[in-house]
């Protein structure tokens, strides 16, 4: 294929031809899947699944508070165990709560810093580190992560960043993917709501959780003041 990384479909089709590729195999390889949180995970795994062995990781410190970080690993833990038995598929889960305090001190100084910016990157970058490191020191054939699912997640960027992993950890294979194509979030979303999956409003940061919660003040405020006017 044609290296165009300009295309809009570009990662979508590295990801379809390498389906086609590991398909032929007698054996299903196999894949550690990062995973941020259950309903980013519903699509991803639906389609991985059929192509792989997949063992899911959550290797997240940067969730926060800790009541909201169990909330979403319980959500993962739950959607997995259901879905699974659906599937009748093994679906082993790894989970990493080892690195808060590294998490904390790599990324105390934010008090200027916004969702979006330049420091989300070097979070997914963090993250995605250590979740291919373990997929690479435990011997997995591949390596790929949800958040390409996301609306609110750049696909091009989260591709590079593990495009530079798979350098250091060369004998784990790194599975391109834009999972926003063919619809993904949408689906991802149905599968979410055929679950009951809770679904979280914030991407997972205390900066987020702020910039969330200050946008429903201003929602809330602008709301009363439209009765008042209508009154």
Sequence with gaps: MVDD??????????FLSLCEEVDKRKEKPTLF???CCGPCLTYP????????????????????PVEEYRKRLETLESFITRYSKDKGVEIPLVVNEEDFLAYEKAFQDRDKDHEGGATCLKCHAYRLSLAYRYAYLHH????????????????????????????????????????????????GIQIAKAY????QNYC?????????EEEIR??????????RMLG
């Design 5 to 14: 990384r300009n295309r809009k479909d570009y990662y979508q089709r590295k």
């Design 33 to 35: 899947l990062h995973a």
């Design 45 to 64: 795994l639906s389609v991985l699944i059929e192509h792989f062995q997949v063992t899911v990781g959550f290797f997240n410190p940067n969730i926060q």
């Design 140 to 187: 997995y054939d591949y390596f790929t992560t949800v958040m390409t699912v996301s609306c609110k997640k750049p696909s091009r960027e989260l591709n590079e960043i593990a495009e530079k992993l798979e350098a250091i950890y060369p004998t784990t294979k790194y599975v391109y993917s834009d999972f926003k194509k063919d619809n993904g979030q949408l689906k």
């Design 196 to 199: 009951s999956l809770y679904r």
């Design 204 to 212: 997972g940061c205390l900066v987020s959780l702020k910039e969330r």
């Design 218 to 227: 201003r929602r809330k405020a602008q709301s009363e003041n439209d009765l």
